[in-house]
């Protein structure tokens, strides 16, 4: 019952091309509700940060029954599933996959069986020791624990999940989830928000860096823990707090605990406020539409352009144009029509369709661009073929000239905790110029917003954000580079083939002939 947590690519990953969001988890205690359902709506409104896989688990007090699948939380959940997911408690994961290929045993939540029941765990974030756990699971199996030792799934969550199912104390009692998380949580490095519960309990931890964000609220009748407040709006919850990095939160019926397993060492991800997040989110007490507008206003300061009207790449670059448009005196207009019913460009999983993308999503308002000098407001570039296409459409499209500006800065970095970018050396802006960049896009000029500019749009102090992927600052020591990356732990059958993007071949089964499978299609004859 597993799947992977967040968002990864570097050099080692040379079939991932494209950047993609954090996953999104959701827990509720709250008995007398249908806890099902509000993590069922807890998760489509954190669809946006994973779109591979979905899955819920729920306890009714002695048991706990988890329910996944490949695809999106509207396709793998109806009325008679959710139905059938009874209980008091229940965790809710929407998964984009940074460690472990995109199959169905690396859906989560994760599940294993413990000395006194169960565990589920669903996980926001990626980790950077997962060769690590990954020894510390098999010594525990080596000792004789039968609930350590390995099942299909190659995340670094189950890792997490076995050694939280698997502690003993000194004599070999198996210890309770809650008397083993402190022993397991200061072991784990790199970014973590954990949703996770037994029979009885929901708890909630944080990475002592507070890389992804995670939130607690309050229902009339019980509390609910989120990656974003925007989930908790949806259920109807009213906010309370963050949960604290290096926090581990346990809810029950004797109500809330709270512990440290680590002391706080703020570095939230930045990239939240650029992209990741939803415009209606509040992280750190800093609403994100907010930063975004005043990002804009900072980008028409720092980067001015003499234009007639500014429009935005919708939708991630709505705030930041309105932004630009009231800071410059520029008539903001809508110069691009978006249909709503297809993915991000960048959320596809292969080159091809990232280049259909644009065609499928966008369509420009000749009659509204003809003729005007435009200034194109964007969040970021990666790869820069988003933007090339866009340009060259709106030259078509009859605009006089195209002005490009981006309100984060260029993105140089590989990123290690969560968020999947292309390899470094598909990082448009990693060895070329702003000017050479602007050439390649066919822009008559491209300027990016500064690192400063963005910090301080946030209102979160710099020291306190993570930039690793603008300025190379990582917020933690990172193991050597052939310990990290998304197929460390997958069977070599598993492993896409150098040029591959996460497709996987399906050996010959039974006569049938070797298939070509696309994402998530790896494990079609096989899985129950």
Known sequence: MPRGDGRLSHDLLPSEKGPQDACGVFG?????????????????????????????????????????????????FDETSLGSLRGHIAIGHARYSTTGASVWENAQPTFRATGHGSIALGHNGNLVNTAELADLVSAQSSQGNGRATRVAATNDTDLVTALLAGQTDENGTPLT??????LVLPRVKGAFSFVFMDEHTLYAARDAQGVRPLVLGRLERGWVVASETSALDIVGASFIREIEPGELVAID????????????????????????????????GRNVYLSRVEMGRKLAAEAPADADMVIATPESGTPAAIGYAEASGIPYGS???????????????????????????LNPLKEVISGKRLVVVDDSIVRGNTQRALVRMLREAGAAEVHVRISSPPIKWPCFFGIDFATRAELIANGLTVEEIGKS??????????????????TIPKSQLCRACFDGEYPMALPDPELLGKYLREPEGRKPASGQNDQATI??????????????????????
């Open 335 to 361: 110069g691009l029509v978006k249909n709503s019913y297809v993915g991000r460009t960048f959320i596809q999983p292969s080159q091809t369709i990232r280049q259909l993308g644009i065609r499928l999503k």
């Open 507 to 528: 050996p010959d089964v039974d006569g049938v002939g070797t298939l070509t499978a696309g994402v998530g299609g790896a494990d079609a004859l096989r899985r129950p």
């Open 253 to 284: 019926e004797d109500g809330l605990r709270s512990s440290r397993f680590a002391e706080a060492k703020p570095k939230g991800c930045v990239f939240e406020y650029v992209y990741l997040a939803r415009p209606d989110t509040d992280i750190a």
């Open 177 to 182: 989830v809650e008397q083993a998380a402190p």
């Open 28 to 76: 509720v205690w709250a008995p007398g509700e249908e806890v099902a359902k509000l993590t069922y709506f807890g998760l489509y409104a954190l669809q946006h940060r994973g779109q591979e896989s979905a899955g819920i688990a729920v306890s009714n007090g002695s048991q706990i029954l988890v329910f996944k699948d490949m695809g999106l939380v509207s396709q793998v």
């Open 441 to 458: 896009l066919g822009a008559d000029s491209l300027s990016f917003i500064s690192i400063d500019g963005m910090t301080e749009a946030t």
